[in-house]
């Protein structure tokens, strides 16, 4: 059972009895009496003018009902960006309109242009290969360079050009760092690709969708980190229709890491499909649906360029990036690559002078949008890659360099060059942390001893900061926001005491029914066990703009605290009157509301019966009943950051490299659930692994995907992976938010890549190996082997 | 469609299947039985591993007919009689070795495989084991220490 505790107790998780015991509930758990089920038609090309689709023969085959093609959507509107950026020339950026199915044109291998409707989900399939599609192949635009050089093979024909938008920031800082450059004691330049990666959470996308035909409300269950969202843009922007006859339901959630933040036209098909045929429609992805239709991260193709002194002072920094947004705009891909990228890239140190240019090209790949870190991750690989081999260059030691540059406790609140402000840290303290964690003073001992086993060992450090908690809704509405960032909650004391949050986050591994239950139980002083945590269904929870981008506890968090503020205020007020004393004179503590300096109280249980049996209540002045609900809009962003170890061995026969050690000291400020803590920091360093040795999204010429598979895409297994060490004892709380949170979900997937990548050339470098300055990742074997034997 | 038979979780059941019915098909959709889950479509993720005669088998890698009149044990048939956690859950909550849920019915019952066979396993043979079970949460190291610790090894402090 879980146990009682308060806020910084490891409390077990109280989700974990349904996920263990096969009674959670994900969305292809859930099944509606008469439900028929959707299978998708996807193109096999990657460009292809849609010439015509011929049904008859689908139509006649047994338990077949639908077969809908972009034709049957073309009246409804476009699934859009959340973000419109403006070029450096100021030219808003090109908006093609996303359909729900593609109409007219495929644009990659994976589109949806039509979907069968059958009584079974075999049926549906069986029929979908009797589904006659004209489609002709046209040439494919897949490499970025190229798609921006050519202006006649185009993704997008009526937008006149491959670009998106050509970004600046900032640009003010433009001519100085040029200067800056000009007159550099010491430049380091290198050119490197953050690889493409698939999201992959393991339980695919999956819609069920519902229509009352009495009430004409519909209803979908789906795969979602943000219930809200999705409604909005499903109901607003996509199917018109007023947000109140859509309710949208993310039951438990197999992961996310980013990919199920957007809406997909597969969820807009399903509604649409259960209204026309007045029956409910189910829709699960297969995997190969997932790595063909799925949101992918990153890719981004950069140069980057530190100025500095010859002892490494670091004086101006510059990178240019092509960032590949695929066929169409995802919601958050505009934003990604730019104001989660360009200003985080002055990194935790005191760098004066950064400019970021960046350029985002449309291709004929699956689209591309935040995965886990979602642009941090690619300007921290950017950094610490660049400073790895600037200390090089200049004969220095990795941690030297980095100490001479980091902020320092004393500069903050510091604004950095590219428009953030950090109101707190101590990254001094973080880089001890690691150095004793991972014993850097034992280094040369155990280099020695893999050595004596042939093995080239490198040590790997990244100290790393993101920018969390998205975000002030008045700043990113300047920056080009399309919605507002804040969150919501209510607080709903029942009349027996217990309670009933209901808040705008939505946990998909996190464990908010257990953290956001300690926190309510810690500051209303009562046990957790008497708070249940709601969320997921736009039905039961007033608003909320979901859980990405390490913000669940900094803005639903705060939210949540402020509800229980005026949970506690009103409570005051009832206690006040109760006691016959005056509301200023009593204090609420350990759940018993008393009278300041005397032993007349009233326990927090009597006080919520009182207020649902208000017999001596004050009602003349206040309303009965207890329950409320706050809004939270962040004052800023929040800033998490750490100092990450890798050790690897690299065996130079095979190239092979192994993980020997990782080590992670963060700072979270403060730490609700350390347990939980902890198991975040594995998760992403698990997936910054991945990412550094493992995957890759690989698409041919002609845009085929060639890592389509689990057995083509190398997912990260137990044994690709040691023990981590973390740690996360160095808190400076976060200065701007009452729980002084700051956020843990992406941390390790930011950090860990760079930490990687720069033990991999460490190990090299140490086996006389010097030629080699970089590998791009995935570091696999067959590159280390190469860049061995490159000389 | 035919009615296959066989005993899950020490019921006997049964179930109209096609031939090309899965396993995983007959126990989600057939019988109700929604703790196997489906993570992948070419047998890599484990997700939904069960147990067949006492073997860990990924359900979706068989049909349903070529296991007419096995014994199956699904997660839903890992708890204590009393309803209580058995060894290995308790372990997977008690370090926190699951965070999403949805590779977790697989991951045990591959454990519980494991352990019949190897009862106290190194670390290196605990991930050697579970490299079919794929988890995109937790990095494994909470799954690694749970099995360490169900089979009453010590486990790292953190
Ligand atoms: S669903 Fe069986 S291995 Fe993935
Ligand atoms: S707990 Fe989410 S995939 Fe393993």
Redesign the interface.
Known sequence: MPKDGGIGDSTKRREDIRFLTGKGRYTDDINLRGQAYAYFLRSEVANGRINGIDAKAALAMPGVLAVLTGADFAGMGGNPAGWLINSRNGEPMKEPKRPVLAHGKVRHVGDAYAVVIAETYQQARDAAAAVEADITELPAVVDMAQALADSTNLVHDEIGTNQCFDWGWIEDNRAAVEEAFKNAPHVTTLELTNNRLVPNAMEPRASLADYDAGTGDYKLYTTSQNPHLHRLLIAAFVMGMPENKLTVIAPDVGGGFGSKIYHYGEEAAVLHAAKVLNRPVKWVAERSESFLSDAHGRDHVTKIELATTKDGQFLALRSETMANVGAYLSNFSTATPTFLHGTLMAGPYKTPLVYVNVKTVFTNTAPVDAYRGAGRPEATFSIERIIDKCARELGLDQAEIRRKNLLTPDQFPYTTPVGLVYDTGNYQATLDKMTELADLAGFEARRAESAKRGKLRGLGLSTWIEACGIAPSNLVGVLGARVGLFDAATVRVNATGNISVMTGAHSHGQGHETVFAQIVAEQLGIPATSVEIVHGDTSKIPFGMGSYGSRSLAVAGSAMTKAVDKIIAKGKKIAAHMLEASEDDIEFKDGNFSVAGTDKAKSFGEIAFSAYVPHNYPLESLEPGLEETAFYDPGNFTYPAGAYACEVEVDPDTGKVEIAAFTCADDFGNVMNPMIVNGQVHGGVGQGIGQALLENTSYDENGQLLTGSFMDYAMPRADDVPFYKVDHSCNTPCTHNPLGVKGCGEAGAIGSPPAVVNAVIDALHRGGHTHVSHINMPVSPARVWAAINSK | MTKTSMTVNGKAVSAET?G?TLLSAYL?EGLG??????????S??G?CVVHVDGKAVKSCSVFAQDVEGADVT???G??NADGS?GTI?QA???H?G????????GM?MSSAALLAENPTPT??E???Y??G?????????????AVMAASGQAV?A?
């Open positions: 096609e090309r989600r039985l929604t703790g196997t889950h489906i993570g992948c479509d070419t890599q993720c997700a699904t997660i839903e890992m708890a956690l859950q997977f909550q008690d926190h699951l965070q999403c849920g949805f590779c977790t019915p045990v670390e290196a605990v991930r050697h579970l490299e079970n794929i988890c995109r949460c937790t990095g494994y190291h909470n799954i690694v220490k790292p953190e």
